[in-house]
């Protein structure tokens, strides 16, 4: 990398991290989407991504050019294999010739440790797509069993919330009936694999369904009286947590208490359309800086308190290219000029260089607009993951 290059690159970083990131935070997980058209390269988002201290990137597909970026940074990917290619992966050989493709041609130095094949496919409620999820998943790793990098890359599949029949209260958490069989089977398949259980949670949509009962500090991570779980008594400060925590009993209502919960998704719009109560650049700033400094304590939820919670949050950038409403458009932590959306309040370790302007904007951020190789239509709009938690808090009772 010639010098000029990169002293654009060091004056960015700490530029960022002079903004965003007053206080020290260890380890953040990121989304990097990409349905966009005017992204920086994927050269111009590696040190970015430093900037904010995330040592995992999920992608929603396995784009070569991004993977090639990142080797030998140590950063840790998930990387996607989309909806639309759930039929061609009951082929063991077509799961293979993916695998060849996409994993293997970019280890060891692209650290990638685990495959999510398919995006909330059992709340599409497509048959078709649900036949084929579980076959997909056995025969993608039977690829990685073939080319001995089962030891190194797991897979496993990403979940709505709207999976859940109850959530409230946490400790009665239980999966919905209708996918009982489904979830059976691929429970099964972590569990001999070794693969964590992979969940979409946002409170955000909570609170846009229901914003008159449901109180915006608790689903923010600001300070609150809490909930109480009447079974358990275990408080809840945050409507996050619960949701995890009714993950978790659902789990162990089926035999998969010890198996790993990551959160693959969460995070809150900036921006909304007249109709998306709460999507705004104040309660994003809230509930993303509240969660990263949650996380940077390492520790887990009032049911699951010595369990390591692994959150990727959403989004790396604004994705102009988004169908749905304003709010799809407007999860990032950055926009596409990289000049951060909205301050955060932490910050992180092995920073140099300064170019912060006056107004908090990151001068000499230099974009090149890139158009990636594929972008998989498994997560086109989260809006469509809009789940029935709120419908099932009754916070008259549970809320003190």
Same mark, same amino acid.
């Given at each position: 990398m010639e010098f000029p290059r990169f002293f654009c690159y060091?004056?960015?970083?700490?530029?960022?991290?002079?903004?965003?990131?007053?206080?020290?935070?260890?380890?953040?997980?990121?989304?990097?989407?990409?349905?966009?058209d005017n992204l920086p390269s994927p050269e111009d988002v590696v040190p970015l991504v430093k900037s904010i201290g995330a040592t995992k990137v999920k992608l929603y597909?396995?784009? @070569?050019?991004?993977?090639?970026?990142?080797?030998?940074?140590?950063?840790?990917?998930?990387? /996607?294999?989309?909806?639309e290619y759930l039929d061609k992966m009951r082929d063991p050989t077509k799961a293979? !010739?993916?695998?060849?493709?996409?994993?293997?041609? *970019?280890? #060891? =130095?692209?650290?990638?440790?685990?495959?999510?094949?398919?995006?909330?496919?059992?709340?599409?409620?497509?048959?078709?797509?649900? +036949?084929?999820?579980? #076959?997909?998943?056995?025969?993608? *790793?039977?690829?990685?069993?073939?080319?001995e990098l089962d030891k190194q890359v797991t897979v496993t599949t990403a979940h709505s919330l709207a999976i859940l029949q109850?959530?409230?209260?946490?400790? !009665?958490? !239980?999966?919905?009936?209708?996918?009982? +069989?489904?979830?059976?089977?691929?429970?099964?398949?972590?569990?001999?694999?070794g693969s964590p259980f992979l969940i979409n949670a946002y409170p955000y949509f909570a609170y846009k369904g229901n914003p008159k009962q449901v109180p915006l500090d608790f689903v923010l991570f600001q300070p609150n009286q809490g909930l109480i779980d009447p079974a358990t008594?275990? *408080?809840?400060?945050?409507?996050?947590?619960?949701?995890?925590?009714?993950?978790?009993?659902?789990?162990?209502?089926?035999?998969?208490?010890?198996? #790993?919960?990551?959160i693959s998704e969460t995070g809150w719009p900036s921006k909304g359309d007249e109709d998306?109560? /709460?999507?705004?650049? +104040?309660? =994003?700033?809230?509930?993303?800086?509240?969660?990263?400094?949650l996380m940077s304590k390492k520790t887990g939820t009032p049911m699951r308190p010595n369990f390591d919670l692994n959150i990727y949050v959403f989004a790396l950038f604004n994705e102009n290219m988004k169908p749905g409403p304003t709010s799809e458009r407007n999860y990032g932590l950055f926009k596409p000029d990289r000049t951060p959306a909205y301050p955060l309040g932490i910050s992180i370790n092995n920073v140099?260089?300064?170019?912060?302007?006056?107004?908090?904007?990151?001068?000499?951020?230099?974009?090149?607009?890139?158009? @990636?190789?594929?972008?998989?239509?498994?997560?086109?709009?989260?809006?469509? =993951?809009?789940?029935?938690?709120?419908?099932?808090?009754?916070?008259? *009772?549970?809320y003190c």
């Open positions: 060091a004056s960015i970083i700490l530029s960022i991290s002079a903004y965003l990131f007053p206080i020290m935070v260890n380890s953040i997980g990121i989304n990097y989407g990409q349905i966009a597909d396995a784009d @070569p050019r991004v993977l090639s970026a990142f080797a030998n940074t140590g950063v840790e990917f998930i990387v /996607g294999l989309g909806n293979q !010739a993916w695998v060849k493709q996409n994993v293997q041609a *970019h280890l #060891p =130095a692209t650290k990638i440790t685990c495959i999510f094949v398919g995006n909330e496919i059992l709340t599409f409620n497509d048959n078709s797509l649900s +036949d084929n999820l579980l #076959p997909a998943m056995q025969n993608v *790793h039977t690829a990685l069993v073939n080319l109850t959530s409230y209260p946490p400790s !009665a958490g !239980a999966f919905r009936e209708d996918l009982i +069989d489904f979830l059976s089977e691929t429970l099964s398949f972590h569990q001999k694999t008594n275990l *408080h809840y400060d945050n409507m996050l947590y619960s949701q995890i925590d009714a993950v978790y009993s659902a789990l162990a209502s089926l035999g998969y208490k010890k198996l #790993p919960v990551h998306e109560a /709460g999507a705004t650049l +104040d309660n =994003a700033k809230k509930y993303n800086g509240n969660l990263i400094k140099v260089g300064s170019n912060t302007t006056a107004d908090g904007s990151i001068g000499n951020a230099v974009t090149t607009p890139y158009s @990636p190789t594929s972008s998989s239509t498994g997560y086109l709009s989260i809006s469509s =993951a809009t789940v029935s938690y709120w419908q099932s808090l009754k916070f008259s *009772h549970f």
